[in-house]
């Protein structure tokens, strides 16, 4: 098989899948690892630990996960308590306290619960993924 033909194959599922809803060409979103529960007590919980003079430095559509309404929106109606907390200024109430305690690999990073399971990783690039991220993980009970 030509690389030509290898090519033409994978246009031809690109639009298939497309043309299926298969998926968002748009939006591409790394997955989501299941970790037990990061907060302690019940709820839903947002935190995300960055920079604060890093923001500037960020993708525009990452910056906006910080001051978008149609974000906090998303979280008001979920009933997701959340913080955004410069990694530099520790917290003294829990449970946000153990969970800006936990483990990251960099900055900007989230940590996420529905109350009985979560995830912890990289901020990623956009609201758009990250409530993809967060409505993924409500299935997993």
Known sequence: ???????????????????????????????????????????????????????????YSQSLIFTSTVFRKYLDDNDIDFRFLDADVVPVSEPWKSAFALEREGLPWVFYSNGVNGFSKSLPGSR???QHNIDSIEVVK
């Open 1 to 59: 098989m030509k690389i030509s033909d290898i090519i033409t194959l994978a246009c031809l599922l690109a639009v298939f899948a497309i043309k299926m809803d298969l998926f968002d060409p748009a939006v591409i979103i790394d997955p989501v690892v299941v970790i037990d529960d990061p907060f302690p007590g019940e709820g839903k919980r947002l935190l995300i630990v960055y920079q604060t003079e890093d923001v500037d430095e960020m993708p």
């Open 128 to 130: 758009e993924e990250l």
